[in-house]
């Protein structure tokens, strides 16, 4: 525990008692001594390795001292790797109020785009952290086809339908019905602040926009001609985007946005597209967007929409600001991607769709036709910044060196013990 806390929440310092372990720049060692326990003395040993990596490994060892006798030892490795915030469909911190006749579902880009008659399945899980009776809230002939998941207390569905493929009634089955298997009321999850990366012109290459903008019936491209990603000696790619900052962003009506590349679009103001303009990440293996956006995001008819070749892994909305926005699509607006805006309120209405996955303050959909489709695809894409989960646990039991599962580890700061 001590040293998963402190791979989770950055506290591998030396304030904390953690010191570069003698034998690896990127790993940390920490111990703790003195413990009174009784007849005998106790210490903890601990070691990180990787801590920024993609799966860092933990191994710790609680050592019990008894005067004239043996020294009791245990030791545990514990493999990890990053969080997956997208693997529920749809989050919110507060309330989540579906109205008139919203849906919800998923499918699996694997197989292709979305398609009611043949990739649509009964996966995604609407969940909220709050207590409160209106948590979720079906109003209308709203329907979930998947599950719901809240913080303590029953969804009100007046008139709608939660269910799924097994459910022990016609399908669909008539309103409003509750599948009773399907709602769950322990839902607890930690959805922390994201900050925009680095903008720093000592350590990245980054360019400034402005207040940018596509006009009418325009096509810009980002990026553009000429431009080199963050480190401008190493090829893009995931790691190596290209980083550009606006004041905001406005793309007109039916003008279009074109990502080739990797792309961390850091936006101050607000975002805005309106009738028919978009943002269309192209289909190729290294084009995706992460749009960092501190104001308010409103897309106008078609943006990023389905028909585009984005997958939704590939598109991200990532709300920054701190206290309050708002993210909103509006009149047949869809959006292919993930939204992550912890402290945003999130609102579809009139036709809207998102085909991908959400994380807000509070979501609301509202007019008739509004449709959510969650991409099981993305349970599996992993992402910085929200700490780490244990993939793996082993005690090490059989002596070091044998190169054995579980050998014990003899490095820094073990090397007394075994």
């Not at 372990?21 to 009784?38: N, Q, R, V």
């Not at 709608?160 to 019905?177: E, F, K, M, V």
């Amino acid at each position: 525990e001590e040293g998963l806390f402190a791979l989770n929440t950055g506290g591998y310092t030396t304030v904390n008692g953690w010191s570069v372990a003698a034998d690896s720049a990127t790993s940390y060692t920490k111990t703790i001594t003195g413990l009174s326990l009784t007849q005998a003395t106790g210490e903890i040993q601990v070691r990180i390795d990787a801590p920024t990596g993609s799966t860092p490994v933990v191994v710790a060892a609680g050592v019990v001292r008894i005067p004239n006798q043996p020294t009791l030892l245990k030791q545990v490795r514990v493999g990890t790797a990053r969080r997956r915030p997208w693997s529920n469909g749809m989050v919110a911190k507060n309330d989540i109020t579906f109205t008139v006749a919203a849906s919800v579902d998923s499918f699996d880009s694997a197989v292709g785009p979305y398609n009611s008659a043949t990739n649509r399945s009964d996966r995604a899980t609407i969940a909220s952290l709050s207590t409160s009776v209106d948590a979720v809230e079906l109003n209308g002939t709203s329907t979930i086809y998947g599950y719901v998941a809240t913080g303590g207390s029953d969804p009100l569905v007046p008139l709608g339908r939660i269910y799924g493929a097994t459910s022990p009634c016609p399908q669909p089955p008539p309103p409003p019905y509750v599948d009773p298997s399907r709602v769950r009321r322990d839902f607890a999850t930690n959805l922390p602040n994201i900050a925009a990366p680095s903008i720093d012109p000592l350590v990245v290459n980054t360019y400034s926009l402005g207040a940018y903008s596509v006009g009418f019936f325009s096509t810009k491209t980002l990026p553009r001609a000429g431009d080199t990603p963050i480190n401008p000696l190493e090829p893009a790619g995931p790691n190596n985007p290209y980083r550009y900052t606006a004041d905001s962003i406005s793309i007109s009506v039916l003008g279009t946005l074109n990502i080739t590349e990797p792309i961390d679009l850091i936006v101050a103001g607000n975002t805005t597209m309106i009738i028919g303009g978009g943002i269309n990440v192209q289909n190729t293996a290294t084009a995706a967007l992460n749009l960092y956006a501190n104001g308010n995001v409103t897309l106008f008819a078609f943006s990023n929409y389905r028909s585009s070749t984005a997958a939704a892994a590939k598109a991200t909305i990532w709300g920054t600001n701190t206290t309050s926005q708002t993210i909103a699509l509006t009149f047949g607006a869809a959006f292919t991607g993930t939204i992550y805006a912890p402290n945003a309120a999130l609102n579809l209405s009139f036709g809207s769709d998102i085909y991908g996955a959400v994380v807000a303050k509070t979501i609301t959909i509202s007019g008739s036709g509004s449709q959510f489709h969650w991409d099981v695809q993305l349970a599996n894409v992993e992402a910085a910044g929200f700490g780490y989960r244990v993939t793996a646990w082993a005690e090490l039991s059989t002596p070091p060196g044998g190169g054995g599962a579980f050998a014990r580890d003899n490095r820094a700061p073990f090397t007394s013990l075994f």
